[in-house]
């Protein structure tokens, strides 16, 4: 059996659907079911509606620097939630700097599922995922989203809209920048982040996690999402 180092980027959107612990314990048991398998694994937690309290924040006047560390928070509550679900294999990296957090993700690769989230205001967690795949030189990094891959343009604003099977990084990026980089908008993927995958030539594939077991299928590369490489 081959076994592959993975970083999985969890959208909050999935996580936060339906705010219960059977939807948390559906996404670890997928996680606990690839790392029986001896498969080592990294998972980044998004924030979701979590997210509702920066909008909060902004409208009691908090400043920017403030709303960013609320969003951080906010991918921390869902991962400490996944840890719980996960028992005795997660391993959570708490929130502190990014520079310490990359540290200890290099020292505890593989020893357990590492549970993360943001750790720098500025950075999206597909950056935070993108970074750790290159520290312990990953071989896929998958991102679960409620989007079912990569469309040429918002697939929530246009009803025949190409989706892709396969893209070069090149391509990828082309799409990614005609895209609006500002939240709410349909941005596929942390522009950042992706440059560094695409330095790093690590596979990305996209997927929507709605299913959470469409995790499992994209490791065995029979997904119905997008493959970007080269």
């Known amino acids: 059996m081959v076994t592959v180092k993975i970083v999985i980027s969890i959208g909050g959107s999935l996580l936060t659907r339906k705010l219960n612990a059977k939807n948390y314990k559906k996404y670890a048991n997928v996680l606990l079911k690839l ?9 980044v937690c ?3 509606k979590l997210k509702e309290y920066i909008k909060i924040a902004r409208k009691i006047g908090a400043e920017k620097s403030l709303q960013d560390r609320i ?3 906010g991918t921390h509550i869902n991962a400490k939630m996944l840890l719980a679900a996960l028992g005795k294999e997660g391993q959570l990296i708490p929130l502190q700097t990014e520079r310490d957090a990359i540290r200890e993700v290099k020292k505890k690769f593989g020893r357990k599922i590492l549970v993360c989230g943001g750790y720098e205001a500025g950075h999206s967690t597909d ?4 970074i750790f795949a ?7 990094v998958i991102n679960a989203s409620n989007v079912s891959g990569v469309y040429a343009r918002d697939p929530k604003k246009k009803v025949f809209v190409k989706r892709y099977k396969k893209l070069s990084y090149k391509d990828f990026l082309k799409i990614i920048r005609k895209n609006p980089q500002i939240p709410g908008e349909y941005k596929l993927f942390d522009l950042p ?4 995958l695409a330095k790093t030539k690590i596979k990305l594939v996209m997927i929507s996690g709605k299913d959470p077991k469409e995790i499992l299928r994209a490791v065995k590369g029979k997904h119905k999402g997008t493959v970007v490489e080269g």
């Open 127 to 130: 950056y935070d995922a993108a």
């Open 134 to 140: 290159k520290v312990v030189k990953a071989d896929l």
């Open 193 to 196: 982040g992706a440059k560094v």
């Open 35 to 43: 790392w029986k398998k001896g498969h080592k694994i990294i998972v």
């Open 71 to 73: 969003g951080i928070d």
């Open 46 to 48: 998004g924030a979701g």
